[in-house]
Nanobody
Framework: QVQVVESGGGLVQDGGSLRVSCTAS????????MGWYRQAPGKQREFVAE???????NYVDSVKGRFTISKDNVKNTVYLQMNNLKPDDTAVYYC??????????????WGQGTQVTVSS
């Protein structure tokens, strides 16, 4: 049984910063990747950033240089530091984790999302 829970969303002004967190818990054998997607109203969910178990990272072009993904392996937590936020970053941010347990292999788990709102 695995749970993926986000936190840290909120309201910030244009140019401000936020850090969202995602913690995976349960009977975890391997966390293959953890990352972030976001979905703005009326739009499809899009990839934002990911980090692998080896520490490799990937970002969507629109956030490169502004967002940084990192992780704490002991806490099974991934962070997304978001700097110089823009109104277009407003969305619900979802954590996505691909996790291998002792009963499931490389299964995708989603958090329920945390709202990030950037005002003009």
């Amino acid at each position: 049984q695995v749970q993926v829970v986000e936190s840290g969303g909120g309201l910030v002004q244009d140019g401000g910063s936020l850090r969202v967190s995602c913690t995976a818990s349960g009977s975890i054998r391997i966390i293959n990747t953890m990352g972030w997607y976001r979905q703005a109203p009326g739009k499809q969910r899009e990839f934002v950033a990911e980090i692998t178990s080896g520490g490799n990272t990937n970002y969507v072009d629109s956030v490169k240089g502004r967002f940084t993904i990192s992780k704490d392996n002991v806490k099974n937590t991934v962070y997304l530091q978001m700097n110089n936020l823009k109104p277009d970053d407003t969305a619900v941010y979802y954590c996505k984790a691909r996790i291998t347990t002792y009963t499931r292999y490389n299964y995708t788990y989603w958090g329920q999302g945390t709202q990030v709102t950037v005002s003009s």
